[in-house]
């Protein structure tokens, strides 16, 4: 199993940018993928971004809410993703995990089966 610990969160004003860590303690097959996810109090876990190199290229996915304020990149690291958000809403309060899966059917059914613990951001006017 990959083990993952994210860091990175914190309190911001809405407009402000904030950078999420995610350091990866094991491998991940390059079959595998990575990811961001966010759980916000009274509503079920959702994707946030994920990011995949399977065919040689990175491929990057966003939510909706999202796009065009945050950025996932390995950074030419594979030990380490990170989450850059900008722009910052209210709406994006909530704790955001990493994720990773070495399993194929899983990175194309976002069924990700290893997370980090969380960390909060949260994000006020």
């Known amino acids: 199993q990959v083990q993952l610990v994210e860091s990175g969160g914190a309190s911001v004003l809405a407009g402000g940018s904030l950078k999420l860590s995610c350091q990866v303690y094991a491998y991940v097959a390059k079959s595998g993928c990575m990811g961001w996810f966010r759980q916000i109090p009274g509503k079920r876990r959702e994707k946030v971004a994920t990011i995949d190199g399977y065919d040689g290229i990175e491929k990057t996915t966003y939510a909706d809410s999202v796009k065009g304020r945050f950025t996932i990149s390995t950074a030419n690291d594979e030990n380490k993703l990170t989450l850059q958000m900008d722009d910052l809403k209210s709406e994006d309060t909530g704790v955001y995990y990493c994720?990773?899966?070495?399993?194929?059917?899983?990175?194309?059914?976002?069924?990700?089966?290893?997370w980090g613990q969380g960390t909060q951001v949260t994000v006020s006017l």
């Open positions: 994720a990773a899966t070495s399993y194929r059917w899983r990175c194309l059914n976002n069924a990700f089966d290893n």
